[in-house]
């Protein structure tokens, strides 16, 4: 049960990035952030209200208040070092977050097998490389990679803290609606900012409130197959090792290097493709370990 919930994450989460990357080639990434999970804030709520989420409340939803914070802050840290660049080294190491949730499992008395300690340093090692990591080429500025260290650790505690804000599929209904709610105050306040020292809050090309409108479905997708990604990882991490659900969940760069195959026509670099193939071998030993 925690291999199945933790690969539709890794789905998810996968078509969600690459759904919000085709996205931000349209319009400021900030305003991507923030229309998505205002979507996905309206859906939840309606969900809450259905279920009577709202009995669940209590302490634990501060934990969802914390990834609501910190999960947009990781989000502005990792735009801004792949601004800085060059992606092909930012966007593996970004990757290194599942660290933090896997240290998480480690301390609380995760002891995965033999088979499954392999399989976690296998398909870490996969992840890394299914990003398409540059090893020449221009240097990386420090600041680049201080960002992206402050990002992968703000992604691995988001997984990390919405694994504890529920016990009960309401209350999870409950902490995700809260953690969207924190996350649309906090970008939106950034977006705000942003609009003030002269920044965009819609496209460039013209098309305004329109072009907005327009990507509304895409929007809804993003915002929703990455609360759907939060729900299924916090049932994987509950039903089982964290240390297992943390690395499978990581897999979505591999979903997302393949999404770009299928429909962008990207091809993979050889590194990707050795990447991708190494994840595999090690979603297959965690998931036999």
Do not use: H
């Amino acid at each position: 049960m925690t291999a199945l919930f933790a690969l539709a994450t890794a789905l998810l989460w996968g078509l969600a990035d690459f759904g919000g990357g085709l996205l931000t080639r349209r319009m400021p990434a900030l305003t991507v952030v923030v229309v998505s999970q205002a979507i996905a804030v309206v859906v939840l709520g309606a969900i809450v209200v259905a279920t009577g989420g709202w009995s669940e409340a209590g302490p634990q939803l501060w934990y969802a208040v914390a990834a609501g914070v910190v999960g947009p802050v990781a989000m502005l840290c990792f735009y801004k070092a792949l601004a800085l660049g060059p992606m092909g080294v930012v966007s593996p190491l970004g990757s290194l977050g599942v660290v933090v949730p896997v240290s998480v499992g480690l301390l609380i008395g995760d002891r995965p097998g033999l088979l499954q300690f392999a399989g976690i340093g296998v398909a870490i090692v996969g992840i890394v490389l299914a990003g398409g990591p540059e090893l020449r080429g221009a240097p990386v500025q420090r600041q680049a990679v201080l960002l992206t260290l402050v990002a992968a650790f703000g992604f691995g505690s988001v997984m990390a803290l919405i694994a504890e804000a529920s016990s009960t599929l309401t209350g999870l209904f409950l902490a995700l609606f809260v953690q969207r709610v924190t996350n649309v105050a906090v970008g939106g306040a950034a977006l705000f900012v942003s609009v003030k020292r002269g920044g965009r809050a819609l496209p460039e090309d013209g098309g305004g409130v329109k072009a907005v409108l327009a990507a509304l479905p895409a929007l809804a997708f993003v915002g929703l197959a990455d609360v759907a990604a939060n729900g299924t990882y916090s049932i994987a991490a509950q039903n089982g090792p964290v240390t297992v659900a943390a690395v499978l969940a990581n897999l979505y760069p591999v979903i997302t290097a393949l999404a770009a195959r299928g429909v962008l026509k990207e091809r993979l670099r050889a590194v990707q493709a050795a990447g991708a193939g190494l994840a595999l071998v090690g979603t297959v030993l965690l998931a036999t370990g």
